[in-house]
C-alpha cells in the first residue's frame, strides 16, 4: 500500500492511499474502500487491452462506485496513443458513467494534481481550489 499527502494549494492537502492494481493486491482494494471519499484509477495505454483493463477495476469497486465518484487516468499516451480518451469516455457512458477521464503522467506533480482536483470537484462541484 502507499500512501502520500498532497498539497494543491497552501490551504489544501489531501491524503492519498494507494495499491497496484495487480489482482494478487485484491485484498488491499476492500480494505482501501472502506472510508474512501472516492477512487481515482490510473490505465496504462501500453496494455494489450485497456478497455478490459477498465472493466475489469469497475467491476472490482463497483461496491465503492454506487456511492463515491470516479476519476481515470490514462497513463502512457506518449508511447501508444490508441485507444484515446474519447474512446474511454464512450466505453464510460456506454457503463454508465459520466465521469472526469484525462491524459496524464503519474511522474508530473501538476498531473496527479489535475486528478485530486477533478475528485474533489466530483464530490463537491461548488468547492474552491
Known amino acids: 500500500m502507499d500512501y502520500g499527502v498532497i498539497r494543491l494549494d497552501e490551504d489544501t492537502k489531501v491524503h492519498l492511499y494507494g495499491t497496484p492494481g495487480q489482482e494478487r493486491f485484491n485484498f488491499m482494494w476492500e480494505i482501501l474502500s472502506k472510508g474512501s471519499m472516492g477512487l481515482i484509477l490510473l490505465l496504462d495505454n501500453t496494455r494489450a487491452n485497456p478497455l478490459k483493463d477498465l472493466t475489469f477495476f469497475l467491476d472490482a469497486f463497483k461496491d465503492l462506485l454506487k456511492t463515491a465518484p470516479l476519476v481515470v487516468g490514462v497513463t502512457k499516451m506518449d508511447v501508444r496513443s490508441l485507444p484515446g480518451i474519447d474512446v474511454y ?26 486528478l485530486v482536483s477533478a475528485m474533489l470537484f466530483s464530490i463537491d462541484p461548488g468547492l474552491e481550489v
Do not use: G, T
Open 89 to 114: 469516455q464512450k466505453y464510460l457512458a456506454q457503463h454508465n458513467f459520466n465521469v472526469p477521464v484525462f491524459e496524464v503522467d503519474a511522474r508530473e506533480e501538476e498531473d496527479v494534481k489535475q
